[in-house]
C-alpha cells in the first residue's frame, strides 16, 4: 500500500512538473513575441520621426507637390496612433506606399538629390527600413514558433486551458506581391 501511494505522488509530482514546463515555455514564447513586437514598433517609430525631416527638405524644393506631402503626413500620422497590429501594418503599408511616390517627386529635382541634408535622411531612411524588414522577419519567425507550440499536441490542450491565443503575423499587402517591372 506504501508503495501504491508513493508511486502515485510522484506521477502526480511528475506531471506538474510536467504541465508548469509546458507554461513556462509557452509564457516564454509569448513574451519574446511580445518583445519582437516592440522591436518593430521601435524601428516604426524611428521611420516617423525622420519622415516630417524628410518632408520638409523635400518641401523646399517642390512646394507644388503639396498633396504627395498631405498623404505621406496622412500616412505617419495614421502609423502612429496605431493601437493593433493590423492597424499598424496598414498604416505602415499606407506610409511605404506614400514614400513610394514622395521618391518619385524627389526624382524630379536633381538639386534635391545632390542636398547633402537629404542624402543623409535618405540613408537614415533606408538603414531603417532594412531594419524594420529584418525585425518583421525576426516577428513572424518568433509567432510561427509560438503558433506551433500552441497548437501541436499535447501543449494544444494546456494552452487552452491557459487561455494561450495565436498570434498575428506581420503580412504584407497583397498589392506588394505584384513583380515589380522596370522599363528602359
Keep these: 500500500m506504501k508503495i501504491g501511494l508513493i508511486v502515485t505522488i510522484f506521477l502526480v509530482v511528475i506531471l506538474l512538473l510536467y504541465i508548469i514546463s509546458i507554461y513556462n515555455g509557452l509564457v516564454t514564447l509569448r513574451n519574446r513575441v511580445k518583445n519582437s513586437w516592440a522591436q518593430i514598433d521601435v524601428q516604426l517609430k524611428n521611420r516617423a520621426d525622420l519622415i516630417?525631416?524628410?518632408?520638409?527638405?523635400?518641401?523646399?524644393?517642390?512646394?507644388?507637390?503639396k498633396s504627395t506631402f498631405d498623404e505621406v503626413v496622412k500616412a505617419r500620422n495614421a502609423a502612429i496612433s496605431a493601437k493593433s497590429i493590423e492597424e499598424t501594418v496598414n498604416a505602415n503599408n499606407m506610409m511605404a506606399e506614400a514614400l513610394d511616390k514622395l521618391m518619385?517627386?524627389?526624382?524630379?529635382?536633381?538639386?534635391?538629390?545632390?542636398?547633402?541634408?537629404?542624402?543623409?535622411?535618405?540613408?537614415?531612411?533606408?538603414?531603417?527600413e532594412e531594419k524594420i524588414r529584418y525585425s518583421r522577419q525576426f516577428y513572424n519567425d518568433?509567432?510561427?514558433?509560438?503558433?506551433?507550440?500552441?497548437?501541436?499536441?499535447?501543449?494544444?490542450?494546456?494552452?487552452?486551458?491557459?487561455?494561450?491565443?495565436e498570434e498575428a503575423y506581420f503580412k504584407i499587402e497583397d498589392r506588394d506581391r505584384d513583380v515589380v517591372r522596370v522599363k528602359f
Design 52 to 65: 516630417p525631416n524628410l518632408v520638409e527638405t523635400v518641401k523646399g524644393y517642390a512646394a507644388h507637390e
Design 104 to 128: 518619385v517627386v524627389v526624382e524630379a529635382y536633381p538639386e534635391l538629390k545632390a542636398n547633402s541634408n537629404f542624402i543623409s535622411l535618405q540613408g537614415d531612411l533606408k538603414d531603417t
Design 142 to 165: 518568433i509567432v510561427l514558433k509560438y503558433n506551433n507550440s500552441i497548437q501541436v499536441f499535447p501543449k494544444n490542450i494546456f494552452a487552452s486551458i491557459f487561455g494561450f491565443k
